[in-house]
């Protein structure tokens, strides 16, 4: 799989990091920036990944800061996006089964690198469930559209 990673300065450790462990499963990684722990702004990351993502460049999306609040707020204003913050592996698996999200956040200074990457292989390794979560998820397409649900 082809995956877009995108950090700012505070998750760029671990961007690195879950970069190299993506490569040793064998999966592209596409880097959205930022290179370096110099000081600069998350929400330019969290859109170029998910940019990546939703023009099919990239299949999934992973994009860090130092909460994975922020960057995930930035990622989700780019419609077609659907990204999610998890701190646990369930969380992640879930958001892929029902929401089918596209894309993960995570925060630096929130998880170590070890529970970083089970929650990066737990979606990964997740499948969307379709069926009931369908409509829903058509739902957040209506509602980038500006539809009243």
Not at 113 to 135: P, Q, S, T
């Amino acid at each position: 799989m082809k995956i877009a990673v995108g950090a700012d300065h505070a998750g760029f450790t671990l961007k690195t990091e879950l970069s190299e462990h993506l490569r040793g499963l064998g999966h592209e990684v596409i880097d959205a920036g930022t290179n370096s722990t110099e000081r600069t702004d998350y929400p330019i990351y969290g859109s170029r990944a998910a940019r990546l993502v939703v023009t099919g460049e990239a299949d999934f999306g992973l994009i860090v800061c130092g909460s994975g609040i922020g960057i995930s707020i930035a990622a989700n204003k780019v419609p077609g996006a659907r990204c999610v913050v998890c701190t646990e592996p369930f969380s992640a698996q879930m958001a892929r089964r029902h929401n089918n999200a596209n894309m993960l956040a995570m925060g630096e200074r929130f998880v170590g690198v070890d529970m970083a990457k089970a929650i990066l292989d737990a979606f990964l390794e997740a499948d969307f469930e379709g069926g009931r979560h369908e409509g829903r998820v058509e739902l957040f397409s209506q509602i980038e559209q500006g539809k009243e649900l």
